[in-house]
């Protein structure tokens, strides 16, 4: 684990160091500008929600600290967790577990049910597509929002991802029952070393929706929650949809502290995202992934997941769990 901390780090601190003098100062007021007004738009337009209310809204925030590749140690040591590493770590750890009254898991190819239980196994190949519209919204969020916190450092140009993307699955569990509380999905340019999603990948139910949907957090200054519906279409492929139709259903939360007991919570309906796997007239196991704002294609996704070799360890080795105060 000490490796997501320090692998091209240095890289990434140095390429992302603001300009000097005039035009640093600049940069930074409009930095503070943006983030400033995200926070305040949560803030005057967001929901009040009781934690206890809601127990699908609960996961972690963030804070104006750098997210990068420690949150997941941050997460940890805040919740009392231990960290575990297994070579075979799934983002789910049953596929199963997204079963319900609209959804059949078993409709699934198996080489796709594979992935979602198996993903530290593979390695992954990507290229973006990016609109016109979408460029200037991206441009604006990476430069002044994501770099400074090393989180959602989405690709704007096909050059950024040339050289591929790293995949790391880290499990976060009790250390009583070694539970898996959450699952993180670390992913980073190799181009750069620069974040693109440190999540937190989880089942969940929603109120108003009537099976479960797969969650994602990603810790920011508060919380970005993605929450989506899984679909099994007829020709083996899996779906998962953002629709954004209303609170307490699936769609995008922006979400910050509202008190020891509350979050405030601003449900993003213009913001939708949609996930098709499907396995290839080649064998081959690819995703597409589309991000919808106000009804215009924002960025596109494409990737291919391989499976890679995975050293033989003993099953002592694969069960081992890490404590956080020996890593930090």
């Not at 215009?296 to 769990?321: G, N, V, W």
């Amino acid at each position: 684990m000490a490796q997501l901390q320090n692998s091209a780090l240095t890289a990434v601190e140095d390429c992302d160091a603001p300009p000097s003098g005039l035009a640093g100062a600049l940069h930074g007021f409009i930095s503070f500008c943006l983030e400033g007004g995200i926070h305040l738009w949560v803030q005057l337009t967001g929901k009040l929600v009781r934690k206890g209310d809601a127990p699908w809204l609960v996961g972690p925030l963030g804070g104006r600290e750098r997210i990068g590749t420690g949150i997941y140690e941050r997460v940890a040591r805040a919740e009392g967790l231990l960290i575990r590493t297994p070579p075979h770590a799934g983002l789910l750890e049953n596929f199963n577990l997204l079963r319900g009254p609209n959804f059949n898991p078993d409709a699934v190819h198996p080489d796709i049910r594979r992935f979602y239980e198996h993903a530290a196994e593979y390695q992954l190949d990507v290229w973006s597509e990016v609109s016109l519209t979408g460029r200037f919204f991206l441009w604006l969020l990476v430069e002044f929002i994501s770099r400074r916190m090393d989180q959602l450092n989405f690709p704007i140009s096909s050059l950024e991802v040339a050289k591929g993307m790293t995949s790391e699955v880290v499990q976060l569990v009790e250390p009583a029952t070694g539970r898996i509380v959450n699952t993180g999905w670390l992913r980073r340019l190799k181009s750069s070393g620069r974040v693109i999603y440190a999540g937190l990948y989880s089942a969940t139910q929603l109120p108003d929706e009537t099976g479960p949907c797969v969650k994602v957090t990603f810790p920011c200054r508060g919380s970005a929650n993605v929450y989506l519906t899984p679909v099994a279409h007829e020709d083996g492929s899996f779906g998962l949809v953002s629709s954004g139709s209303a609170f307490g259903r699936t769609g995008f939360y922006r979400m910050i502290d509202g008190g020891p007991d509350h979050y405030i919570v601003r449900h993003v309906r213009s913001l939708r995202e949609l996930f098709h796997v499907y396995v290839d007239a080649d064998g081959l196991l690819r995703t597409d992934h589309s991000v919808f704002f106000l009804g215009l294609t924002i960025i596109r996704l494409h990737y291919k997941m391989t499976r890679a070799s995975i050293p033989q360890r003993s099953t002592q080795d694969e069960q081992e769990l890490i404590a956080v105060d020996d890593i930090l």
